[in-house]
């Protein structure tokens, strides 16, 4: 297999554990946070810089890089990691997302999507077999099955159409993919927030026997509550000796969360997006660095962050810089807001280890701003 996880630590108090992933591109200690590089690369950051921060495993999109540069480009060029020159771990999602919510003219049907680029309107058609001609050609460690994402809210009917379908698309990726000894399929459980489709979904893609999970379709607009629930009773489902993904999540308490309920990998786009609009994540709280407040504030952006930005460089240069339209600007938010969210991981892994998750919890929430959440 491509891809191997080993259960390291279960916690005692809750469902967190401590695990390890080994992948043909290295090994990644989890719970983990993925920086997002959609497009062979992660917005501001050069690879070394990720390196410097990290990172052990990056996530790319399929769709994005089937539209363009081409997979057959990046093929050409040796795969992805040497497109991008990044030695570590790479995950391709299916591109299910993006075409059901960046294509506002598609067409569903058995066979696949027929769907109009969102930069040429240029007509695509994408099925179960086509997106792992994609993901192979891109030679990422772990791809994932492509799958129908229901938004939220769904009708209930159309939900269950959708999980069905995620689950026979799941079956044909199976059989489409060819180069299990370097890449892991992953499926994805759907069935947006009903509790018997969301326990359906995962039922039918551990009988497949992909060697990781995702639970995509959450943190699409639901509340909070309402995902956490889904959690609780969809990751147990899960096989215990393989990864657990939770697709597109990154605010702190969403990560936290969603380890207190037994995910190993979280990916999202926010803490470079947010970083591109001058707020940082910090130990206490979110920062909106071009604020006038901050003009004459000489500290670092967060005084218990080790990384560059925040040895190097104050809140007040910071705000000149974003203010002034520089690049450095957006690139030092974008350094401090990844290397939070890994740091964020390691605390949260050394808490695992201490058997004192919950409290971390509860110490991380009242400084951060979120008290009363717990």
């Known amino acids: 297999m491509a891809v191997k996880y080993e259960l390291i630590k279960k916690c005692s108090r809750t469902e967190a554990r401590l695990g390890r992933v080994h992948t043909p591109h290295g090994t990644f200690d989890t719970p983990v946070f993925m920086p997002v590089g959609t497009q062979a690369a992660v917005k501001a950051m050069a690879p070394y810089e990720l390196e410097e921060i990290g990172a052990k495993i990056i996530l790319s999109n399929t769709y994005h890089l089937y539209i363009r540069p081409g997979h057959d480009i990046v093929k050409q060029a040796g795969g992805l990691h040497s497109f991008m020159n990044w030695d570590g ?62 938004p939220y809210p769904s009708e209930y009917n159309y939900a269950k159409e959708a999980m069905e379908r995620t689950t026979r698309w799941a079956q044909r990726c199976k059989e489409a993919h060819k180069n299990t000894e370097k890449q892991a399929l992953f499926g994805i459980v759907q069935g947006v927030t009903f509790k018997d489709l969301r326990q359906e979904s995962a039922k039918q893609l551990v009988e497949l026997d992909f060697p990781g999970y995702a639970i995509g379709g959450l943190s699409v607009g639901e509340p909070a509550e309402l995902m956490y629930e889904v959690l609780d009773y969809t990751v147990p489902l899960l096989p215990e000796n393989k990864p657990r993904y939770l697709m597109g999540v990154g ?50 952006l967060d005084s218990e962050c080790d990384c560059y930005t925040c040895k190097n460089f104050t809140r007040a240069y910071i705000r000149h810089l974003i203010k002034s339209e520089e690049i450095l600007g957006i690139r030092l938010t974008t350094i401090h807001n990844l290397r939070f969210l890994i740091s964020l991981m390691e605390k949260v892994r050394k808490a695992i280890e201490e058997e004192r998750l919950l409290e971390f919890r509860r110490e991380f929430y009242v400084k951060y701003g979120y008290e009363g959440r717990e």
């Open 89 to 150: 771990a790479v995950l391709t999602d299916s591109g299910g997302f993006q075409v059901f919510s960046l294509c506002d003219l598609r067409k569903i049907k058995e066979e696949g999507v027929t769907f109009k680029s969102h930069l040429d309107g240029s007509s695509h058609f994408i099925t179960p077999e086509k997106a792992i001609e994609i993901e192979n050609a891109l030679g990422a460690d772990i791809i994932m099955a492509f799958d129908e994402c229901a």
């Open 251 to 300: 605010t702190p308490d969403y990560l936290i969360e969603g380890v207190i309920r037994g995910v190993d990998m979280f990916d999202c786009v926010l803490p470079t997006r947010v970083a591109r609009n001058g707020t940082a994540m910090t130990s206490e709280g979110k920062v909106v660095i071009r604020n006038a407040v901050y003009e004459k504030d000489f500290l670092p």
